[in-house]
């Protein structure tokens, strides 16, 4: 089982539409969740960060954790083209030691496509 | 506000060849970290430094080394480039465990 799995897509929606992306991990300790969009051939952008159970909403953005079933999400309302991306959650991972120093664990990541 | 700086954009090496990737912050960040992307893998981290005078291996650190030059810089040295270490690689910085990172615009690198 990989540390970080993200659903495969490519995800395909039209334009105003909600996407949904999803990711599970297999630290139960886990304490910090990130999600990063990343447009081809460019670097990964922080978009949003979530610590506690529940949702938390910027913007068209809402990430949902869930770590009694170590589950993170995110949803785009209103999708527009300019959101089309590779999307990567990335989890803190404790290493042997119990603590993660900043570390990050990505998922492979899911391509986005939003449609006119 | 420059970020996190990397030099080179892109490399081509010769197998065997040596270099070292730069990577610099302005952001008085004091933790680092140096990975890689390879399609299909995601991002993959090969070493990092948590602290000024602290680095320690990730999950890929074999062919590589790193140096902590001060709290602003950390490079990247392959001592000997393998065709396996083609790949795109990126830079980053955090300001403390807990917090999200600063990428660098990437270091594109190809081995032939």
């Known amino acids: 089982q990989k540390e970080v799995e993200q659903n495969s897509g490519p995800l395909s929606v039209p334009e105003g539409a909600i996407a949904s992306l999803n990711c599970t991990y297999s630290d139960r300790g886990s304490q910090s969740f990130f999600w990063y969009r990343q447009y081809s051939g460019k670097s990964p952008e922080l978009i949003m960060s979530?610590?506690?159970?529940g949702d938390k909403e910027d913007g068209r953005f809402t990430a949902q954790l869930n770590k009694a079933s170590q589950y993170v999400s995110l949803l785009i309302r209103d999708s527009q083209p300019s959101d089309s991306a590779t999307y990567l959650c990335a989890v803190s991972i404790r290493g042997a030691g119990g603590t993660s120093y900043g570390k990050l664990t990505f998922g492979q990541g899911t391509i986005l496509t939003v449609h006119p | 506000n420059a970020g996190v700086t990397q030099t080179p954009k892109f490399q081509v090496l010769k197998t065997g060849q040596s270099m070292t990737l730069q990577c610099a912050q302005d952001?008085?960040?004091?933790?680092m970290y140096w990975y890689r992307q390879d399609p299909g893998m995601g991002l993959r981290l090969i070493y990092y430094?948590?602290?000024?005078?602290?680095?320690d291996k990730g999950e890929v650190p074999n062919g590589y080394n790193v140096s902590r030059l001060n709290k602003r810089e950390f490079s990247l040295r392959l001592e000997s480039a393998a065709p396996s270490q083609t790949s795109v690689y990126f830079c980053?910085?955090?300001?403390?465990?807990?917090?999200?990172?600063?990428f660098g615009s990437g270091t594109r690198l190809t081995v032939v």
């Open positions: 430094s948590a602290s000024e005078g602290t680095t």
């Open positions: 980053a910085s955090s300001e403390a465990s807990h917090y999200g990172y600063t």
């Open positions: 952001m008085n960040h004091n933790s």
């Open positions: 979530i610590y506690s159970n």
